[in-house]
């Protein structure tokens, strides 16, 4: 990670910043700053960089209360996830600040707009830029809602993919990381600040989705289907980055997993939580490496023996010679059920960016109930339609690379575990994905968003055209039904 580290300035430029905060300007907008004042630190750890010095260290944060802003407040879902409205959420960062967001972006991903196409051609994989190894570079900004402010919130840019993609095509509606206390080593005054009660959020661009419902949908099946996934809700997002507030679009609210999905689905989070990630993510045997699970709790703690017992049970030899011993062992230390479960449910709705496809956008929890690693889906934005490169896995895994993705390959091979599959899949188009439901549910949600997505401007939209939104909710209404079909066919055949 790397994080903007801010110079101290003048004590007449401290005078002329309080006169701009008394007429009304932010408190985190340093105008007054000059290239010199200001400089970016290249930290890869989790650590702040010591030598820092800040600016404006005393300002009063007014707006603070204990139901909004700490951390002695429960989450309070109902305020933040609301199902039923489009919330709003405004940034404002500095103008020096933003031109080092935009400056990193360019030093990362190559000139903005550098790939060919624009909104209609954001849609792939990378959108013909370059990728990253390195997250964007933290900054300090005010978040506004509902009229009150907090301080000093970490933001930056996030993404894979959508972030390459949106960058390379010239559009700046860039999904965004939200650090509520990022900065509190810098600042007391927001120490262990909480947005009602929750720590980080993931606040997605809905790229390649002209219907702006995929992320959400996808992951209110999943909560349907009982497996711990993160809520969702849906905002605008206004960014005022020097010359007033700037229509960003409209985004999608993700939950962070490792924070109160942990905290709130799970009786503890004491447990290992894993960030799976390219080399060995596949659970392909031999393939183990401890840099490919990414540790987001316990990461002092170097120890990855329940993921290695993962790996020495799935591979072991009773799997052809002892099939009740194989799954004995297994079910110790894998929560094959629930893995089973979303299994089932993610091919019904066909989600190709992950697991099965690409070694990525899952996570795993070492569950303290049960000391077993529990699967945790994410990163849902291409799920509900056929998928980009080799597309969706088949109901049948017919399509499946063999031995490149044994957590699937093995489980269905077994007798035991594929009727545990097969029930499942009916669970799904009898339950959460039922046609007529899942319909219904795409209509109440497209038209609570249907102004605000078609009223996204050029630069800041996936949209050609606001055609496009109805013919995205169209294809969603004809996907439903062809996977009922599908479904329907493969418990049959």
């Known amino acids: ?14 005078l002329f910043l309080a006169t701009f905060l008394f007429t009304g300007c932010s408190d985190d907008d340093p105008i007054l700053e000059t290239d010199d004042n200001t400089s970016v630190v290249d930290d890869d750890s989790s650590t702040d960089d010591d030598s820092t010095t800040v600016e404006d260290a005393d300002f009063v944060a007014t ?3 204990t139901e909004t ?3 002695d407040a429960d989450p309070n879902f109902d305020e933040v996830f609301d199902n039923t409205t489009v919330k709003r959420f405004d940034f404002v960062i500095s103008k020096e600040n933003w031109q080092l967001m935009l400056d990193d972006m360019t030093e990362l991903y190559g000139t903005f707009g550098s790939s060919s196409g624009g909104p209609g051609g954001a849609g792939g994989p990378g959108g013909g830029t370059t990728f990253s190894d390195e997250d964007p570079i933290f900054v300090p ?6 009229g009150k402010e907090w301080y000093k919130v970490g933001l930056r840019f996030k993404g894979n993919s959508s972030l390459a993609g949106a960058w390379g095509a010239g559009i700046l509606k860039l999904a965004f990381k939200m650090d509520f206390d990022e900065y509190e080593d810098d600042y007391p005054q927001i120490d262990n600040q909480r947005f009602y009660g929750f720590k980080k959020f993931s606040l997605k661009n809905n790229y390649n989705d002209r219907s702006f419902l995929r992320e959400k949908m ?5 909560a349907d289907a009982g497996l711990a996934v993160s809520n969702t809700a849906f905002y605008t997002l206004y960014v005022d980055h020097g010359d007033g507030p700037e229509y960003f679009g409209l985004y999608t609210l993700v939950e962070e997993v490792d924070g109160t999905v942990m905290d709130t689905q799970f009786s503890s989070d004491d447990g290992n939580l894993y960030k799976p990630e390219d080399d ?4 392909a045997e031999g393939t183990f490496n401890e840099e490919g699970f990414e540790k987001k709790t316990n990461e002092d703690d170097a120890d990855w023996s329940d993921i290695q017992a993962l790996f020495t049970a799935l591979h072991d030899d009773t799997r052809t010679t002892d099939p009740v011993t194989w799954r004995t062992n297994l079910d110790a230390v894998f929560d094959t059920d629930v893995f089973l479960n ?4 993610n091919t019904v709705i066909q989600n190709w960016d992950t697991y099965g496809r690409m070694p990525h956008n899952y996570y795993l929890y070492n569950n303290p109930d049960n000391n077993k690693l529990t699967w945790i889906p994410w990163d849902n934005n291409e799920a509900l339609q056929e998928g980009n490169r080799e597309g969706s896995l088949n109901l049948d895994f017919s399509d499946l690379a063999s031995s490149e993705w044994p957590l699937i390959e093995y489980l269905y091979a077994d007798e035991t575990y594929k009727a545990i599959y097969d029930n499942y899949v009916q669970e799904t188009v009898d339950g959460p994905f039922e046609t007529s439901h899942i319909q219904s549910v795409y209509a109440t949600y497209s038209s609570l968003v249907e ?6 401007v050029a630069g800041y939209t996936f949209l050609n055209n606001n055609a496009d939104f109805q013919a995205a909710i169209n294809e969603l209404n004809a996907h439903a039904s062809q996977r009922s079909s599908a479904a329907n066919t493969y418990l049959n055949q």
């Open 1 to 14: 990670m790397k994080k903007l580290a801010l110079k101290s300035i003048s004590v007449l430029s401290i």
């Open 63 to 65: 707006d603070w209360t």
């Open 69 to 71: 802003h700490s951390n």
């Open 141 to 146: 900004a005010s978040v506004f809602y509902n």
């Open 218 to 222: 996808a992951a209110e099946v999943f």
């Open 280 to 283: 060995g993510a596949n659970f």
């Open 342 to 345: 979303y299994l089932a449910v």
């Open 451 to 456: 102004s605000y997505a078609t009223s996204e």
